[in-house]
């Protein structure tokens, strides 16, 4: 058998980021002995990448904000497909968690009066997110990694799980390698929080980094736990996309927020033509009315720059396939025409920086070039909205790697605060069931088997280039299952994925074990593979265009797809993909939605004539 | 565009050397493409840290012609076309493998910073903080943790046997932030001066100029502390309230007299 290093903990948290931290200082604070497991060094998770804000009803610049507001602009930006629970539970507790984070040291800009400033963002009726400048995961990554270093939470860092261990009924401990050492290590533990993140390095335009190869979705899954959504990914609207080296790198919303606008090659505010009905009665219809809303935001309506990112994504999708896109494939964002040099590098200093830096760019001069990237998955492991737990005894999920929180599409700002909300009433229900669970034996066979899998690719000799497979993933997802997808092309990636797990199972790997990415990537593309299976399968069922799914092939709303969740299980070896009811919105919250319905046809990029959602 | 060539250092703790290598060029591209280039296409087992690309988290730092610095924020086109490109792992962490080091001595020293302990709320239970009191701190903050200025700090760089004693300036910047948060009534100065060895500090700034997130840390963080340091341990009227007040310094060195007045 196997050499394996043990551990043995009440509550294992997997994963470093807002969910994994604010999980491990709550489980701790409630008395469970906790492990932090994180693949990379503390503080590096992707949170640290998060740059407009925390969305949370302070009401601190708007005291007309409240939760309700708050869980209503969730709601209809997630176009209803959200799990309304999560939704109110996330409005309701944002707040406590922003100020929460303040005790604990963090230092967010400041209005007048010394409360929080709070900005604008897209799908927000009011100015919600508590920032810092353009560096606020910065803020928050480090301000919870302080307060759990301060806790003396144990944190092993640089090790990657690969595998839940289970008895057949509930989940045992978890195990994988330690990356500097290559050394095999396992977690004995009641329960497990999954905090591991999203699944962006499948596609070829990311804003995300090499951790985010979809580990936690797919140790779910192998476990027996139900996925749902999966069809739903984020494009986030602005990504920098010249030169190459820096493509798909994240543009925050918030230079939308703090006044810049988008603007096709002729310079035109595209924009206007892409107002869905759902979203008319809330947004500007003229440039003037745009322009003025930006002094004069109670009378005035606003901007359709900051429409929900799907929305916008799709717009730039289309303006650059009907030919009125830039040189290099994108639009304009503009923020130098409205604020002064000064204004932008106090607010929005992070991009200032990466524009001049990386890309020659002086955004208080010139115009930026942008374009769609990959940024968020919604979809992710079905849980409880109350409890995070996940449909496997003693599994719970905070975070991206959870669903139904944002439906199917996510506002920005929404993420931070959904992982300080759920990432707390992970810790807690994983603290309190593994104070009622009776112990757990972790099952020998069963680790010496997940042992072998990961020496595996050291001992068959493969022929496969690990990052060759891991390019053509990329390229293939990209151009699959991208922002617009239609059935045709959804089963040619099928077909395709079978081909590269075939290939990965080939992977070739060279050198010790000590720290080679080579062989981490072996082992991370069966996880990038199967959630890219997850997702092309479950956007194949759907056969409507929601969110952050467009079909060509189905371009309409379908009111009927709005009552449903695609679900996703493993039986036997196999993806399994079905359809069940969403929890329906009981009467006092859905009289906070409107009465209205999202309908009308996505812009697809083929009928370029007609705007989105014009119905 | 024409191969770019670079010169890796590959090895591990017992030892390695400087390899070439030489792979295609991108426009606009930096070191850390020209390394993952490098990975995918000549040493697939080549070791080295990155997260986020964009200057943000701090993981990539290395060694470029000696000189600290992030792979993500350094283009090619800094150099002249035919310059010999070294990259190789920080100097002041022990070699793990390639460019990657144990940098757990940072891990190990934040440890034993005593922690944010906020005062009391304001009457109406809110906090109250005015921008232009936290703007230096907020300074401290940008800090990413890339930990070239305790690379850079000739009091560890050369000097294995002060690590003991020293923090570094990362943790002088962390230090500073705390002691200047306007909400902290956590007490650190005897520790900062005991524990942490900010007396080791000759003001050089070295790590000042090396900080990509153009911290000043010399002149905003360093010095201050010291003035503090000073204030608290050789100002005779502080000396003495804290003879009255009877606070213990369990950390500190003995005591010089307080000169005569």
């Not at chain 2, 809110?126 to 890339?146: A, L, P, S």
Request: hydrophobic share 40%.
């Amino acid at each position: 058998m196997a050499d394996v290093e043990r551990h043995e903990y009440d509550v294992v948290i997997v994963g470093a980021g807002g969910a994994g931290l604010r999980a491990a200082i709550e489980a701790h604070a409630r008395g469970a002995k906790t492990a932090i497991v994180c693949k990379s060094l503390l503080g590096k998770a992707h949170t640290v990448m998060a740059e407009g804000g925390i969305a949370a009803a302070l009401g601190n610049v708007w005291p007309e904000d409240n939760w309700k507001v708050h869980f209503r602009d969730t709601m209809r930006g997630g176009k209803l497909l959200n799990n309304w629970r999560m939704a109110q539970l996330h409005a309701q507790e944002a707040p406590d968690r922003v100020l929460e984070l303040e005790e604990w040291g963090a230092l967010f800009d400041r209005t007048k009066d010394g409360l929080i400033l709070q900005r604008d963002f897209g799908g927000h009726r009011y100015a919600r997110l508590a920032h810092v400048g353009d560096r606020t995961g910065l803020e928050m990554i480090r301000t919870l990694q302080d307060a759990a270093v301060a806790e003396g939470i144990d944190v092993f860092m640089e090790c990657t799980l690969r595998n839940l261990l289970t008895d057949g009924e509930r989940v045992t401990g978890a195990i994988g390698y330690w990356r500097q050492s290559g050394k095999l290590v396992a977690f004995g533990a009641k329960a497990v929080v999954l905090a591991t993140g999203g699944v962006g390095r499948a596609w070829r335009v990311t804003s995300n980094s090499w951790e985010y190869t979809g580990d936690g979705i797919a140790m779910a899954l192998e476990a027996g736990a139900d996925l749902i959504d999966m069809e739903m990914t984020q494009f986030h609207p602005t990504g920098m996309i010249w030169p190459p080296s820096v493509r798909g790198l994240l543009v925050t919303e918030g230079v939308r927020g703090d006044g810049g606008t988008l603007r096709n090659k002729s310079g035109e505010r595209f924009m206007f033509n892409y107002v869905p009905a759902f979203f008319r009665a809330e947004t500007a219809d003229t440039e003037k009315e745009a322009d003025a809303w930006f002094e004069d935001k109670k009378n005035n309506r606003r901007t359709p720059d900051l429409l929900p990112r799907d929305e916008v994504a799709r717009a730039i999708n289309t303006e650059v396939k009907a030919g009125r896109g830039t040189e290099h494939g994108g639009v304009f964002l503009d923020i130098a025409t409205r604020r002064s040099a000064d204004y932008i590098k106090r607010r929005l200093p992070s991009m200032y920086h990466q524009f001049k830096e990386l890309a020659d760019v002086d955004i208080t001069k010139q115009q930026m070039e942008i374009g769609p990237t990959l940024h968020y998955i919604m979809g992710g492991i079905r849980v409880d909205p109350d409890t995070a737990a996940a449909t496997v005894p003693g599994l719970y999920a905070a975070g991206e790697v959870a669903a139904g929180m944002h439906g199917a599409n996510r506002l920005g700002g929404n993420s931070l605060s959904d992982l300080l909300v759920f990432g707390r009433r992970a810790g807690e229900a994983a603290a309190e069931y593994s104070k009622r669970a009776r112990a757990t034996k972790v099952d020998d066979t069963q680790m010496s088997a997940f042992a072998q899998r990961m020496e595996a690719p050291f001992e068959k000799g493969g022929d496969e280039n690990p990052y060759a497979i891991h390019s053509e993933l990329q390229d293939m997802m990209q151009s699959l299952v991208g922002i617009i997808r239609r059935r045709d092309e959804l089963e040619e990636a099928l077909a395709g994925l079978e081909r590269l797990r075939a290939r990965a199972a080939r992977a070739r790997v060279t050198g010790s074990r000590i720290y080679n990415p080579g062989w981490h990537l072996a082992l991370d593309l069966e996880n990038l593979v199967g959630v890219s299976e997850a997702v092309t399968r479950s956007a194949l069922i759907r056969e409507e265009s929601r969110g952050g799914h467009t079909r060509e092939d189905f371009p309409k709303t379908d009111p009927e797809w709005g009552t449903k969740n695609v679900v996703t299980r493993k039986r036997d070896g196999r993806l399994v993909i079905s359809t069940e009811p969403i929890p329906k919105v009981p009467a006092e919250l859905s009289a906070l939605l409107g009465e209205d319905k999202p309908s009308g046809e996505a812009a697809t990029g083929v009928k370029t004539a007609v705007a989105a959602g014009d119905d | 565009m024409p191969d770019v060539k670079v010169w890796v250092w590959r090895g591990d703790a017992s030892g390695g050397d400087f390899m070439p290598y030489k792979v295609a060029a991108d426009e606009g591209m930096v070191v850390l493409d020209v390394v993952h280039r490098i990975q995918a296409e000549k040493a697939p087992d080549l070791a080295v840290r990155w997260n986020c690309k964009a200057g943000k988290c701090g993981s990539c730092s290395a060694e470029i012609n000696g000189h600290p610095k992030l792979m993500c924020m350094t283009r090619m086109n800094e150099f002249a076309p035919d310059e010999h490109i070294t990259i190789s792992p920080v100097k002041t962490f022990p070699v793990i493998k390639d460019l990657v080091t144990d940098v757990s001595f940072n891990y190990e020293k934040a440890k034993t910073v005593p922690p944010f302990k906020p005062k009391p709320k304001d009457p109406d239970g809110k906090r109250r903080m005015y921008q232009e009191d936290i703007e230096r701190v907020q300074e401290f903050h940008k800090c990413i943790e890339c930990f070239l200025c305790q690379d850079v700090c000739h009091v560890i760089r050369d000097h294995e046997e002060n690590k003991q004693s020293f923090s570094g300036p990362r943790f002088f910047v962390r230090l500073a932030a705390l002691e200047m948060h306007p909400l902290d009534a956590n007490e650190r100065i005897d520790l900062i001066r005991a524990k942490h060895g900010l007396g080791f500090c000759n003001i050089t700034k070295c790590c000042t100029e090396v900080c990509p997130e153009d911290i000043h840390i010399t002149d905003n963080a360093i010095i201050p502390l010291k003035e503090r340091v000073v204030s608290a341990h050789y100002d005779p009227i502080a000396w003495a309230l804290r003879r009255i007040r009877g606070k213990k310094d369990e950390f500190a060195p003995p005591e010089p007299e307080p000169p005569s007045a």
